[in-house]
């Protein structure tokens, strides 16, 4: 009868630490998930909505001079996002400010994000953007809203397997002139990097710090092997970009699936860098899918 009890106190014992031992695991995973828009200032950090949507627009004249616009407000404003940084993102007299960080490229420094958007074959979209007065154009970077096809090739990925690409843009300093020009990956691009095609905007001159560029852009993907795609880019009512293109060779990569927001120095090597901070502002978004 001794025994028979000892048994049952020993298996209850069990059952009281595998218990406890449950609840605890529960907690510290529960402790372990980061609250939403907790993240430091200089580190991105995503969101997960319901929300894809295949039209937007935004102006941010609703939010408050010097407020941050957080992960939080941007999920909210253009749906599913990734790599939202709210600590280099602010509103300033109804513009979206983006910070660019002194010795710093690529996301290190500024904001590599994209929003998932409902797949499509024809996108456009358009907004403002300008650079502040006392903007440093170091040897140049990527810009402003974009699009990315497939898996969306990009970062020094080339397209040549035929899965994806990405329709952007960047700034240039080419000794002293300074230019808009296209950056493209796709299927039949000549080398490892994005392809400007050896187009710029302004087509002669330079770019012009406080004044404001509106810049349209329009995708469709090709079907199959053909080359039935187009990749269009006006600025201030001037054709920067406007050809047929092969983006992919796979039809399962085929669609549009995100619109990039990618705004950064560099490169990857030091001389993209700038030793100061750098403001870019945006105005005046507005998303469409076309089919």
């Known amino acids: 009868m001794q025994i028979k009890t000892s048994k049952h106190h020993v298996t209850a014992a069990c059952l009281l630490i595998l218990c406890l031992s449950i609840v605890s695991c529960q907690k510290q995973s529960i402790k372990e998930q980061p609250a ?18 295949s039209s937007f627009s935004e102006n941010w004249d609703s939010y408050t001079h010097g407020s941050q616009y957080t992960t939080a407000q941007a999920s909210a404003d253009f749906g599913n996002i990734s790599g939202w940084n709210q600590g280099r993102s602010m509103i300033s007299n109804g513009n979206l400010r983006v910070t660019l960080e002194p010795n710093a490229l690529s996301g290190a420094g500024g904001i590599v994000s994209n929003i998932d958007v409902s797949d499509g074959s024809a996108y456009e979209l358009d907004y403002d953007i300008r650079f502040h007065s006392a903007f440093d ?35 240039y300093n080419n000794n002293g002139r300074v230019y808009f020009h296209p950056y493209v990956y796709y299927r039949d691009q000549p080398g490892q990097y994005g392809d400007n095609f050896g187009k710029s905007y302004p087509s002669s001159g330079s770019l012009n710090k406080s004044q404001t560029y509106h810049v349209h852009m329009y995708i469709k ?10 990749a269009q880019i006006i600025i201030d009512g ?20 995100n619109v990039t927001f990618h705004t950064f120095r560099g490169g990857s090597q030091d001389y993209w860098m700038s030793s100061t901070v750098g403001y870019i502002y945006y105005d005046n978004l507005v998303v469409n899918k076309i089919s």
């Open 36 to 53: 939403e828009d907790a993240v430091a200032g200089g580190t991105p950090e995503d969101v997960e909505l319901n929300a894809i949507n």
């Open 137 to 171: 154009w170091s040897r140049g970077g990527k810009l402003g809203f974009g699009f990315a096809i497939g898996e969306g090739n990009a970062g020094g990925d080339p397209a040549w397997d035929g899965n994806g690409g990405t329709l952007r843009l960047m700034w």
């Open 221 to 230: 993907s090709n079907t199959g092997s053909s080359t039935n795609g187009r």
């Open 238 to 257: 001037t054709t920067l970009l406007d050809i047929p293109i092969r983006w992919t060779t796979n039809d399962a990569q085929r669609l549009i699936r």
